[in-house]
């Protein structure tokens, strides 16, 4: 019965968590200025523009919730990964 409420509830949290170690990673980014930061700058505003459509698309699919958070959660490891450059 609380599975899939749980699921949704920790993974909330940990998008949360996670977003904002890479906000702190894109405004050090930022902060040194230059071509990385101007680069870092434009990416991070197209990926947020090309995010809120495919989310729109999802929902209008018949996409979860979970599915949302998945999928934001996915994009945030990734930007992660490539800030710290693990990746």
Same mark, same amino acid.
């Given at each position: 019965?609380?599975?899939?409420?749980?699921?949704?509830?920790?993974? /909330?949290?940990?998008?949360?968590?996670?977003?904002? =170690?890479?906000i702190?990673? %894109?405004? @050090?980014? $930022? =902060? =040194?200025?230059?071509? &990385? @930061?101007?680069?870092?700058?434009? %990416?991070?505003?197209?990926?947020?523009?090309f995010?809120a459509?495919?989310?729109?698309?999802?929902v209008?699919?018949? &996409?979860? /919730?979970?599915?949302?958070?998945?999928?934001?959660?996915r994009?945030?490891? =990734?930007?992660? $990964?490539?800030? /710290?450059?693990? %990746?």
């Amino acid at each position: 019965m609380f599975g899939p409420w749980w699921k949704l509830s920790m993974d /909330t949290a940990m998008l949360a968590f996670e977003s904002q =170690a890479v906000i702190g990673l %894109r405004m @050090a980014k $930022l =902060a =040194a200025g230059g071509a &990385g @930061a101007q680069a870092e700058m434009q %990416r991070m505003v197209s990926e947020k523009m090309f995010a809120a459509g495919e989310t729109a698309m999802l929902v209008a699919s018949g &996409g979860s /919730t979970q599915s949302v958070v998945s999928g934001y959660r996915r994009k945030v490891r =990734a930007n992660q $990964l490539r800030l /710290t450059g693990t %990746r």
